[in-house]
Structure formats: structure tokens, C-alpha cells
């Protein structure tokens, strides 16, 4: 086989691993204890369409090569996602898993005791990664890739954001104290993926930085989308029973 046949082929493969495009998330099952609200029927939204300040946070926790290899890690970490969030934070995979394409749904904890509910979308998934997108609404827009590799004799864990607050409400939010909650999250979220593979005590090491010192006033009307707000109505209102 000549190389030029070979070619779409491995194009092929890639392919498969992204989402295909579309306009409008849908959410085809709703797992019990969680809430479809800031998910179904809204847009897909990178970084370029947020409000705040862009941030590139990378967080890396080292594990002995001999103790798990990449495939084997992301494999795991795919299957059991949620498992290794940070208590009283939920993420409610659908059946298949986290495969491109895929609709998740999130409740999670915010200060003062309240849920937040929103979701992502898995952009991109392969053997030794995978890629979430988050949508209108929700706190930040942006991506957060996961990986695994080896480098000499460790395999390096990592999870890296790169966002912009959605809104002015959540860039005050995230200048208050969010960026340190979110840093905590996925500090402790790295920490539970290393401890699973038996090294409780591994550190994990978190790097920050200022892409752009730019606040997007033109995207200030996100705000209508806050599922911070959303969240908040719904959670007072009260709701009738059959």
C-alpha cells in the first residue's frame, strides 16, 4: 500500500475521534439526580466568545511508568470521570461513557451552600486524551483538555484549561475567590486520579497564566444566559408535583 493510500485512512481515524458539529447540545437521557437545566438547546462557546480575562491553567501530577501506562490511565479516568471529583460535585455521564459527541450534565457546589447546573461537551477523545467544551452559560467558556504521556520513566498527568469568565458576574466571581476554588478542584481532582493508582502523596504542581489582559465588554450581554442566575430561580421557584 503506497503512502498516499495510507493517509486517509489515519485522517479517517482522527476524524472519528472529534465531535461532529453541531448547532444546538441535546440531551438524549437524564440520569437519576440530575438536573437538564443551562445544557439542552444551548451553543458551544470557546474562549473567544467569553467575557473576562484569558487564562491558561495547567495542572500535572507525576506517576511512576512502571506503576500505569497513558492508554491505560485515560482509559480509566474516562470510564470513571466523576469518581474522581472533589465531594459534593456530580458528573453524570451518559451510557456510553466520555466518547466525542457526548452530552454530560453537572450539579455542582457552589458557595453559600447552593448547586450550580450546567454540562459540557466532549469535543475530542482519543487513547491518551480527551477534550470538554463548555456551553452558554456556564462559568466559564472554554475548553479543558486531559492527558496522560510518557516522559523517561513517569507517566505525566495533566489537566489543562484555557477560558474566559463567561460574564461580568462570574469574572467578579472568579476574581473574588473563584480562581483559587477552581485551582483546588482540579488540585484535589489530579490528587484523587494519582491516589487511585497508589500514590496518595504525589504533588501535584499547577501553573497560571495571563493569555490576555483584555475584558471582552461587546460579550457583556452573556449575562442573560448565567446559569448561575438560572440555577438560583430554579432552586426558589417552587415546582408543582403530579
Not at 487564562?55 to 506517576?63: E, F, M, N
Not at 455521564?93 to 452530552?103: H, K, Q
Not at 482519543?126 to 456551553?135: A, K, R, Y
Not at 483584555?214 to 417552587?238: E, F, H, L
Request: hydrophobic share 40%.
Amino acid at each position: 500500500m503506497s503512502s498516499n493510500d495510507e493517509q486517509p485512512t489515519a485522517a479517517n481515524r482522527d476524524a472519528a475521534n472529534w465531535a461532529q458539529k453541531v448547532a444546538r447540545l441535546k440531551v438524549s437521557q437524564v440520569p437519576d439526580g440530575a438536573v437538564n437545566l443551562n445544557v439542552d438547546g444551548r451553543q458551544l462557546t470557546s474562549p473567544i466568545q467569553g467575557f473576562g480575562k484569558m487564562w491558561q491553567k495547567t495542572y500535572v501530577v507525576r506517576l511512576p511508568g512502571g506503576r500505569i501506562t497513558p492508554t491505560e490511565l485515560i482509559s480509566t479516568w474516562r470510564r470513571q470521570f466523576g469518581e474522581f471529583w472533589p465531594k459534593g460535585n456530580h458528573f453524570y455521564a451518559p451510557l456510553t461513557g466520555i466518547e466525542p459527541g457526548d452530552v454530560a450534565l453537572l450539579n455542582l457546589r457552589m458557595p453559600g451552600g447552593t448547586k450550580l447546573s450546567t454540562g459540557v461537551m466532549v469535543l475530542y477523545a482519543d487513547e491518551e486524551s480527551f477534550t470538554l467544551m463548555t456551553p452558554q452559560g456556564h462559568m466559564f467558556a472554554g475548553w479543558i483538555t486531559f492527558s496522560a504521556a510518557r516522559q523517561d520513566d513517569e507517566t505525566v498527568v495533566q489537566t489543562q484549561v484555557l477560558m474566559r469568565a463567561s460574564d461580568p458576574i462570574f469574572e467578579l466571581a472568579l476574581t473574588m475567590g473563584g480562581h483559587r476554588q477552581e485551582d483546588r478542584f482540579w488540585s484535589q481532582t489530579l490528587g484523587n486520579v494519582a491516589a487511585h493508582f497508589g500514590h496518595p502523596d504525589a504533588a501535584v504542581d499547577t501553573k497560571v497564566v495571563c493569555v490576555d489582559k483584555r475584558r471582552q465588554w461587546s460579550r457583556w450581554r452573556n449575562v442573560w444566559q448565567s446559569s448561575a442566575i438560572r440555577s438560583t430561580i430554579y432552586m426558589v421557584t417552587p415546582r408543582r408535583t403530579r
